[in-house]
């Protein structure tokens, strides 16, 4: 399972530069290099966030509960 996970990650951080340069440019492993990075800041600030947005939406629930009709 985990090589099927990195495998799919390693083809998408390949597939998006190639897009925007050549494979064969000097510049593809910069571009990849940075793409991946976005990719990693990405996924770790999911990761953080979902705690502040669960206590952001109780807080939400809890106001409007004290509010409601």
Same mark, same amino acid.
């Given at each position: 399972?985990?090589?099927?996970?990195?495998? %799919? @990650?390693? %083809?998408? &951080?390949?597939?998006?530069?190639?897009?925007?340069?050549?494979?064969?440019?000097?510049?593809?492993?910069?571009?990849?290099?940075?793409?991946?990075?976005?990719?990693? &800041?990405? &996924?770790?600030?999911? @990761?953080?966030?979902?705690?502040?947005?669960?206590? &952001?939406?109780?807080?939400? %629930?809890?106001?409007?509960?004290?509010?409601?009709?």
């Amino acid at each position: 399972m985990p090589h099927w996970i990195s495998e %799919t @990650i390693l %083809t998408v &951080v390949n597939f998006i530069p190639a897009l925007f340069v050549a494979q064969d440019s000097p510049n593809f492993m910069l571009i990849r290099a940075m793409f991946g990075l976005l990719l990693i &800041v990405l &996924v770790m600030y999911l @990761i953080a966030m979902r705690p502040i947005r669960s206590a &952001v939406a109780r807080y939400m %629930t809890k106001i409007s509960k004290q509010n409601g009709p």
